[in-house]
């Protein structure tokens, strides 16, 4: 066909359609000149092709919204629905969101069908380690939608929460090598397979490595007690080297009855439980003329009256009316029938005995002959081993020979402890309140002095983000401090280092506790800030929407955030030194003052990488910090706004 006749074919076609109705409907108009009712001044719509309608397209409604039927929607982008409520396909203002956002507040999401603004409506809109709960707030825990968790946790899917391991290959701090399937946590061990060798048992019940839990656990010669070898023995754990088990002392020692001793030292002192010559008293084994002094020396002189002519032998083992000098102690001679003191060459004294002016005397404890005849000690002194002495050393506290031992000093004649807040480095020396001892000095409470300790515990309070933010808190004390530091890690459930019904660090001095979490889960924390209210600062609420951080020492509130300002972004947290006047423990603490563990893992980054390295510029014992997620990825980094509220000491 030509193109004419194709023209003149569709030329008719459509004067055709014009003459005819299309369905029931006739056509109305054909342009916008046709249509006279003002309230469809319009030919033709997406849906009415041909009739007059309100509108052709959305500019030509007040509301912004041309629906397909010609009609004007009731609502629009220049009609907006009140609060709680959408512009429907339809036109019409309906109770719910078009959005997640809807016209809620930043940092809150419209909950579908309702005009309710909360603080999620999925799991995406929590942060790290948190989903988001069917009443619409954001919980502990993780899913396949939102499997982040914060630093050092990872998600175990099957029960959607944040751990720090599923298996052994997660735990990456040496000191953590293995990880506890039931809790889900590194730890030192879960078997002995990974505990060195100076603690090789594994104590299931804490998941740390100790010397031992019984006694077969160590050598011969030893016993378990609190976990520690010591010297000892019992009726089944023998001795070592040949030694006896007196096992009504649970000692080890040379002999238990003379049939352990030899030819040379043939009987089995019952005190001392060595081998010796002789014992004084009945058994008395010297031979005849001599007898058992008390140290054990067989010496000229009567055992008893069956030895002497006159049937009575004196206390210094002479006999009363003697008839020659073979009937004296050694060093007298006999003399109108009494013992008299005539020391010298040919009468010398016993063993042990020096002879001044006649008389024997022991030079090594007399003193008015200490080392040598006529050495006069002095007063306030004791003739020790043949020298005059002060006996308020530590070496002779109050009786030669009596030594203090580590940790302690001779106090006015007795031994004390000396390296207790009480009594720090010596006798009298006590620490101020705004002071910890580190065993050996007093030491301002200040981050200066972190490292002062060498004993430093990292305690969990079983809340998995606080958990990993102590491992945090701890992870950069071996490059910071001392070489010789060493780093513990375990639970708050460990007796020995927390007592379990107050809460009270047990450690002493010379330690220093690190530790995340709020005073609520955390039991040291809640010991020293709450029971014991030794915390310069604490954390208060309302009970309602308010969290805070106030002073102690007259109740000022430091910084305040309502429940709104906290996010996954914004929280502020507290970094504290505090220490335990009675015990001596210094303690690490660290915390965010809002819900969810933010500002607890972001205390744990600033000290770690910041604070710490740095710590002499930050010569206060308290800091408080406003973290903003400036990257907002919900992890404190790098990246993020750290800024100082309020310090003090």
């Known amino acids: 066909m030509s193109k004419r006749s194709y023209s003149l074919a569709l030329l008719g076609l459509t004067a055709a359609l ?9 056509l109305a108009c054909e342009k916008d000149a046709e249509c006279t009712d003002s309230t469809k001044p319009f030919c033709g719509g997406k849906d009415a092709r041909y009739m007059c309608v309100e509108c052709r397209e959305d500019v030509q409604c007040a509301s912004g919204l041309c629906l397909p039927n010609g009609t004007c929607g009731s609502c629009g982008p220049q009609a907006e629905c009140p609060h709680g409520q959408t512009c429907s396909a339809e036109g019409q203002c309906v109770i719910g969101c078009s959005t997640d956002q809807g016209s809620c507040p930043p940092g809150t999401y419209c909950v579908a069908g309702s005009d309710f603004c909360a603080e999620c409506t999925q799991d995406t809109h929590c942060g790290p380690g948190r989903v988001c709960s069917p009443e619409h707030t954001c919980l502990p825990g993780c899913s396949p939608q939102n499997p982040h968790c914060p630093m050092g946790l990872l998600c175990e899917l099957t029960q959607k929460t944040c751990v720090a391991c599923l298996s052994a290959t997660d735990c990456k701090n040496p000191a953590l090598p293995a990880c506890d399937v039931a809790s889900q946590t590194c730890v030192a061990c879960v078997d002995s397979s990974t505990c060195p060798f100076a603690t090789p048992t594994c104590d299931m019940a804490t998941h740390t490595c100790v010397a031992c839990l019984q006694n077969s656990d160590c050598p011969a010669g030893n016993v378990c007690s609190n976990q520690a070898c010591v010297p000892g023995c019992t009726a089944t754990q023998g001795c070592a080297n040949g030694q006896q088990c007196d096992v ?22 019952p005190g001392s439980r060595t081998c010796v010559a002789c014992l004084p008293g009945t058994t008395d084994n010297c031979t005849g003329g001599n007898y058992c002094r008390d140290d054990h020396v067989c010496e000229r002189g009567c055992k008893s009256g069956a030895d002497c002519p006159s049937g009575v032998c004196l206390a210094d083992h002479s006999c009363q009316s003697c008839t020659d000098d073979a009937q004296c102690a050694a060093g007298k001679v006999c003399q109108g029938g009494n013992c008299m003191a005539a020391c010298g060459p040919n009468n010398p004294c016993g063993q042990g005995k020096t002879c001044c002016e006649d008389r024997c005397v022991d030079d090594q404890n007399e003193p008015l002959n200490c080392g040598a005849c006529g050495n006069v000690c002095g007063a306030g002194q004791a003739c020790c081993q043949g020298t005059c002495k002060a006996l308020d050393t ?27 807040p009480a009594q720090c480095g010596a006798c009298g020396v006590s620490c101020a309140a705004d002071q910890f001892c580190d065993g050996s000095r007093c030491v301002d409470l200040t981050f200066p002095n972190f490292c002062a300790n060498k004993k430093v515990y990292a305690i969990y309070d079983g809340i998995a983000i606080d958990d990993a933010a102590t491992n945090v808190l701890a992870s950069t004390v071996a490059q910071n401090c001392s070489a010789s530091t060493v780093i513990s890690y375990g639970p708050q459930s460990n007796p020995s280092w927390v007592d379990q019904t107050t809460g009270e660090l047990l450690l002493g001095t010379g330690a220093t506790v690190i530790t995340a979490g709020g005073p609520f889960p955390n039991k040291p924390l809640k010991w020293l800030e709450r029971t014991q209210q030794l915390t310069k600062v604490y954390f208060h609420t309302n009970g309602v929407d308010t969290y ?8 000022a509130t430091l910084t305040s955030m309502t429940v709104s300002e906290c996010s996954p972004h914004h929280d502020r947290f507290l970094i504290e030194l505090a220490t335990d006047p009675t015990n001596g423990t210094l303690a690490l603490i660290g915390y965010g003052v809002c819900n969810g563990g933010y500002g607890t893992q972001a205390a744990a980054y600033l000290w ?22 400036a990257n907002n990825d919900s992890i404190a980094n790098l990246g993020d706004t750290f800024t100082r509220v309020d310090s003090g000491l």
């Open 248 to 269: 009504a002392r649970g000692a080890c020692v040379l002999c238990v009855n003379d049939g352990h001793c030899g030819a040379s030292a043939p009987r089995c002192d």
């Open 394 to 420: 530590a070496n002779d506290c109050g009786a030669c020979g009596n030594a203090c031992g580590a940790g302690n000093g001779c106090c006015q004649g007795s031994c004390a402890a000396t390296n207790t």
């Open 608 to 629: 770690a990488n910041v604070m710490l390295p740095n710590r002499m510029a930050y010569p206060d014992s308290w800091y408080i910090f406003d973290w903003v997620d």
């Open 548 to 555: 805070s951080f106030k002073r102690r020492s007259d109740e």
């Open 18 to 26: 014009s003459a005819c109705r299309c369905g029931s409907d006739p």
